[in-house]
């Protein structure tokens, strides 16, 4: 994995070149990434679905991260993105399902990773109950649901901490859990990011 190829880009977005992810987060090069964010309404009530990143994972183990997220190799569209649903949660979508928010720029430095991404932001409505999921294990934990009001409210610093519901899977079982999180217990992408996807979502909930 540390050896594929991406195309890596300066901050206006324009191509200048390719690198292996590894030299890419060694030297902090502007890359592509696909975000995937699902949603649903229950009894009138928006919720927002995070994984939970494997303990296995190189980067931030057993954390709260987007629905379903991956890199753009260099000969991906960002089309090619939307293959990490199927890989990482097993539910499969089609483009023309999905809402797109735009392009997030975001840094994440946490040495040695220096993560600089161009994320392209997509949105899901749909209800999709937990037995639908599908993880990739040695990638994805479990699934987790929250109010959307929460989350938001969250990352607005209007509270410290939010409850959510959902499973994780443990020696091949599901285990179902109610939780309280506060933001340790996300992916530190910087506050800004998830500000300016909370601004985004709430212009498409309108």
Partial sequence: ?????????????????????????EKG??????????????????YIFLQLRSP?????????????AGHL????TVEDGIREVKEEIGLTVHMEELISLGILKYSVKMEPLLDNELAHVFLHRKN???????LQEEEVAGIYRMKFKDFSALWRDETEH???QGFEVENGERYFYV???????F????????????NKIQQELK
């Avoid at 540390?2 to 195309?7: A, F, I, M, N, V």
């Fill in 1 to 25: 994995m540390e050896t594929e190829l991406l195309r890596i880009f300066n901050e206006e977005h324009e191509p200048i070149g390719v690198a292996t992810r590894a030299e890419i987060h």
């Fill in 29 to 46: 090069y502007w890359h592509e990434t696909f975000h995937y964010w699902l949603m649903e309404k229950e009894k009138g009530i928006d």
């Fill in 56 to 68: 296995k994972k190189k980067d931030y183990p057993h954390l709260l991260d987007i629905t379903a």
């Fill in 73 to 76: 190799l260099a000969n991906e």
């Fill in 128 to 134: 999709v109950p937990f037995d639908s999921f599908v």
């Fill in 162 to 164: 939010i409850p959510m």
């Fill in 179 to 185: 939780k309280f999180v506060g933001k340790e217990q």
């Fill in 187 to 198: 992916v530190p992408h910087d506050q800004s990011f998830y500000q300016a996807l909370i």
